[in-house]
């Protein structure tokens, strides 16, 4: 089992920056790929970015690439998104997800409980 605890959430106005971060526990790290989901209300569950446990292969939305930057420090067993120039459309619950397998695309094992991001126009 692995328990994800984001943060980093909250109001921020358009333009702005905000960093989110994802804090992993239960077993270990390793080969464990990482991914932020985001969720609006009444939109589907869209994956924003994601990256492998070396760091070396990244993905990002079309919608979040120049301004999203996903990155993880293994020995803190944490993950973060830095977010900038931040729009309205960005507004969303974001999640932090586990892949307990290869590749970033497809089933994603475990999940954190969300934080909010709003951003104001």
């Known amino acids: 089992q692995v328990q994800l605890v984001e943060s980093g959430g909250g109001l921020v106005q358009a333009g702005g920056s905000l960093r989110l971060s994802c804090a992993a526990s239960?077993?270990?790290?390793?080969?464990?790929?990482m991914g932020w989901f985001r969720q609006a209300p009444g939109k589907e569950r869209e994956r924003v970015a994601a990256?492998?446990?070396?760091?070396?292969?990244?993905y990002y939305a079309d919608s979040v690439k120049g301004r999203f930057t996903i990155s993880r420090d293994n020995a803190k067993n944490t993950v973060y998104l830095q977010m900038n120039s931040l729009k309205p459309e960005d507004t969303a619950v974001y999640y932090c997800?586990?892949?307990?397998?290869?590749?970033?695309?497809?089933?994603?094992?475990?999940w954190g409980q969300g934080t909010q991001v709003t951003v104001s126009s």
């Open positions: 239960g077993r270990t790290f390793t080969n464990v790929n």
């Open positions: 990256i492998t446990w070396g760091g070396l292969s990244t």
């Open positions: 997800a586990a892949r307990n397998r290869p590749g970033l695309v497809g089933l994603y094992d475990y």
